[in-house]
């Protein structure tokens, strides 16, 4: 079955470089994904990386996929007290519904 | 721009009442539309899917049902609310032929 794990939690400074790490299982994915949650707020789509790149770099965000261990990470460079919300790595199924598997979630805690 | 709206945004209900839960979308037509929850502390689980109006497709057993009357409003509803359906219910839509969701605000719901 599918499934995707994060760690749950990650502190850092302000002005450092977050690194937020998932790994997942379904090899067939076509796209993964990193969603944003502010404190009661729906989720925030990030960026997303399709399955045949490495490497995808949005402003301060760069994603890193190895496909080949089924690990995807986000860095946020130079990390804001705004960045402090939960971030969640998510995959496409296969199937035709193209739902999302989401992992539990990394709580970012940016400290000033 | 495609808009997601969910109302209401929080509801406190006593547990065996009903529950109704509705999500309109803008700025897109015929999309493909999902309820999930999201439990405390968790990630968020898919509970029904829908391609069009009329079709349903339920993922989770649960006393949760769901109807799509208008193809841009998709509704979530109980007859009888348990202490488990407690949680934070996101709707999002995907354009067919995308593989990008993007989710509404959400809806907390409190069972007491």
Redesign the interface.
Known sequence: GED?EQSLFLSVREGDSSVINCTYTDSSS??L?W?KQEP??????LT?IFSNMDMKQDQRLTVLLNKKDKHLSLRIADTQTGDSAIY?CAE?EGTG????T????TRLQVQP | SQTIHQWPATLVQPVGSPLSLECTVEGTSNPNLYWYRQAAGRGLQLLFYSVGIGQISSEVPQNLSASRPQDRQFILSSKKLLLSDSGFYLCALRTSGTDTQYFGPGTRLTVL
Request: aromatic share 28%; no cysteine.
């Open positions: 995707v076509t796209y994904y969603y009661g707020a729906g989720l925030q789509l997303y969640f496409t519904r193209r739902a999302l989401f992992g539990s979630g």
